[in-house]
């Protein structure tokens, strides 16, 4: 899907969250409630204000949790790609707001 977006995902690779994470990442988000869960139990009480769901940033505020796109048909990873691709862009305006860009 990304691909064909002219996006190239092949040098990405997950990791786990770590504790310095936590000190210096401004943001931390989550495409789903488990995976916050999951976050918030390791993360310090200090910090926890930088936990949020990926989807807080998309335009569509009854929409919460990225779905599993396997399950979404013939559609289901283009439809993850776009709510993906909007909350980023929403995101990233937030942060030039916040940063006076």
Not at 35 to 53: F, I, T, V, W
Not at 74 to 93: P, R, S, T
Not at 95 to 100: L, M, S
């Amino acid at each position: 899907m990304a691909q064909s977006r002219k996006v190239d995902i092949s040098n990405l690779i997950a990791q786990k969250v770590t504790d310095d994470d936590y000190l210096q990442q401004t943001y931390i988000l989550a495409m789903d409630y488990d995976n916050l869960q999951n976050l918030q139990s390791e993360c310090p009480e200090s910090q926890m204000d930088k936990l949020e769901l990926l989807l807080s940033y998309h335009p569509d505020k009854n929409l919460k949790e990225v779905p599993d796109p396997y399950y979404g048909g013939d559609k289901g990873f283009v439809n993850v790609y776009e709510m993906i691709e909007q909350a980023c862009e929403n995101l990233l305006a937030h942060i030039k707001t916040e940063n006076a860009f």
